[in-house]
């Protein structure tokens, strides 16, 4: 597919929303990058992510707080990559670009590739959420289906019971194999990969080593395969299905559409910002628990209008924009509880999976 071209409004929604955020930030003196408070969670969940795994792996505890701490330590680095590497990624962790940096790179100390990352969600996905064909999220093909323009198989009349299964293998099948996928065929999905400089394939390279040695080849050698396996199994299922669970709930529910270019113009509907609010939703925005874990991402229409802005101050932004919405008649989509997105996410997936 072409890449896709956005509608021209007369009176630009997206201007108007520019234009009052940047109001906000200027009357409240604020930086629109992180403070304190990003900064002290940053070091909560990195600090736990090592003592963790050097009590793990050298200090071995019993079975049973052995396989808890695993747990815990999925979660961690759920969090680690919501709450720093997502907003280094953007740019909005810091003002420094070197720390900005430096946050994206957690990101490939876990495992991933933030090159690859880099390609697939913040350019890609940002910029056209939800059409399929060009946005990698919602390609699950041939296990779900995602979108009525994808094709149906006789196993999606059941993804909305098998998908939590998916879901948990995300995590060890992105750093095993995903970015390894991308990095050989030089594409995600239909979209060419920019071309990789020397420094990019020595970093992809050299982080992948590095991974294996902390996350394989070291715990094997203290603990055992038997245990390795079982704690890493533990680990990785947690982390990817939380992961999932929280990047699904923002586009792939009810109420979210997913357009398509008219095919002769292969121009799209609506302008940028109304697209992203057709295609994105929140869930749970005044639970305070789930918005400091998650970094923000239970305001995924804030994040998606201003990706570089930090998580912290979505809470702030959200009553600006959902008064434009409200002026400019946009849809705006959201869930107040998170157990009311996923059941909204089943839904629609059992919808999918029967929809011509």
């Known amino acids: 597919m072409a890449t896709p071209k956005f509608a021209s409004a007369q009176t630009s929604f997206r201007a108007e929303l520019k234009k009052r955020i ?24 990195l600090s736990a992510f090592i003592l963790l795994y050097i009590h793990l792996v050298f200090f071995t505890p ?29 740019g909005s962790f810091s003002k420094h670009a070197w720390l900005n940096n430096l946050a994206a790179f957690s990101l490939n100390l876990l495992g991933g590739s933030h090159f690859m990352w880099n390609m697939k969600h913040n350019v ?12 990698d999220d919602i390609d699950i093909k041939p296990w779900m289906r995602m979108s009525t323009t994808q094709p149906k198989y006789k196993l999606h009349r059941y993804q909305h019971i098998y998908f939590w299964g998916l879901y ?44 294996l040695a902390m996350f394989i080849a070291l715990p094997i ?11 890493f199994l533990v680990f990785g299922v947690v982390a990817g299905l939380v992961i999932s669970i929280v990047f699904q709930l923002a586009h792939t529910v009810e109420h979210t559409h997913f357009p398509m270019p008219d095919v002769a113009t292969g121009r799209l509907e609506d302008e940028w910002a109304v697209h992203q609010l057709k295609t994105t939703a929140n869930f749970a925005p005044r639970n305070k628990v789930i918005n ?23 809470p702030a932004i959200n009553k600006i924009i959902k008064q434009a919405c409200e002026e400019f008649s946009v849809t705006y989509i959201e869930f107040p509880k998170m157990r009311h997105a996923i059941a909204s996410h089943v839904s629609f997936l059992k919808q999918m999976g029967r929809a011509s």
């Open 22 to 45: 940047n109001e906000y930030f200027q009357e409240t003196g604020k930086a629109a990058t992180g403070n304190i408070a990003l900064y002290t969670k940053a070091i909560v969940l």
């Open 62 to 90: 019993q079975t049973v707080f052995a396989i808890a701490e695993c747990v815990l330590l999925g979660f961690v680095v759920a969090g680690i990559g919501f709450n720093i590497m997502h907003d280094g990624a953007h």
């Open 124 to 135: 890609i996905h940002h910029a056209y959420t939800n059409i399929d064909g060009v946005d």
């Open 168 to 211: 948990a293998l995300l995590y060890i099948l992105w750093i095993f194999v995903l970015d390894y996928q991308k990095y050989f065929k030089r594409r995600i999905g239909d979209m060419p990969l920019k071309k990789m400089s020397t420094a990019d394939h020595l970093i992809f390279w050299g982080f992948k080593i590095l991974n």
């Open 221 to 231: 050698y203290t603990l055992g395969f038997t245990s390795w396996l079982i704690g």
């Open 292 to 314: 400091w874990f998650v970094g923000g991402l239970n305001f995924q229409v804030e994040h998606h209008l201003f990706p570089n802005i930090s998580h912290i101050h979505y």
